[in-house]
């Protein structure tokens, strides 16, 4: 099983910032099968980038994902106060689907 | 619009078995895989597996294999996903998923349903 690793494990920014948000995989992960979620607090996850930099519907311009191999990054250009939540990567490869353990997003 | 509608919270004790339905609206409901994905209180997500709703075939994480079914229902648009032999590290909230087709990603989610398994 190919085990994805975030990092940091919180990041502390201000709307208007640039964020980075990256996801180590034990692993190469095959064929782009890469993908970047949101989540808010009592709500489900939200599909926000799928294989590794295509956006799925409705998501605004400010996020973007990038990566090869095993070394992946979600960006989101300018901060809205609607982005501060926490973000999980998954990954498929070898019949199975893994996530990482989340990265908090929080105002500074 | 796309729908993924869960069935309500449960408490179960250990050693029994819990199902959770998902009715799908808005979309052709065999044109799209339905996953099962789990969260523990304040953890990560954890997939369990999956239902091909146009010919019934399954997949599990190995972690749950012998302990998951899934099934499904063409005639109400349903599936149901059963976990047995519970045991108190099975409390979490549990989400059905559609999968994009041939994506590897899940683009509509239920409001996840919870499961509390305690004696």
């Known amino acids: 099983e190919i085990v994805l690793t975030q990092s940091p494990g919180t990041l502390s920014l201000s709307p208007g910032e640039r964020a980075t948000l990256s996801c180590r995989a034990s692993q190469s992960v095959s064929n782009n099968y890469f993908t970047w979620y949101q989540q808010k607090p009592g709500q489900a996850p939200r599909l926000l980038i799928y294989d590794v930099s295509t956006r799925a519907t409705g998501i605004p311009e400010r996020f973007s994902g990038s990566g090869s191999g095993t070394d992946f990054t979600l960006t989101i250009s300018r901060l809205e106060p609607e982005d501060f939540a926490v973000y999980y990567c998954q990954q498929y490869g070898s019949s199975s689907f893994t996530f990482g353990q989340g990265t908090k997003l929080q105002i500074k | 619009q796309v729908q993924l509608v869960q069935s309500g919270a449960e408490v179960k004790e250990p050693g029994a078995s819990v199902r959770v339905s998902c009715k799908s609206s808005?979309?052709?409901?065999?044109?799209?895989?339905i996953h099962w994905v789990r969260q523990a209180p304040g953890q990560g997500l954890e997939w369990l597996g999956r239902?091909?709703?146009?010919?019934?075939?399954?997949h599990y994480s190995q972690k749950f294999q012998g302990r998951v079914t899934v099934t499904r229902d063409t005639s109400t648009s349903t599936v149901y996903m059963e976990l047995s032999s519970l045991r108190s590290e099975d409390t979490a909230i549990y989400y059905c998923?559609?999968?994009?087709?041939?994506?590897?990603?899940?683009?509509?989610w239920g409001r996840g349903t919870l499961i509390t398994v305690s004696s």
């Open positions: 239902v091909d709703p146009s010919d019934a075939n399954t």
């Open positions: 808005g979309y052709t409901f065999t044109s799209y895989f």
């Open positions: 998923t559609r999968e994009v087709p041939a994506r590897t990603a899940f683009d509509s």
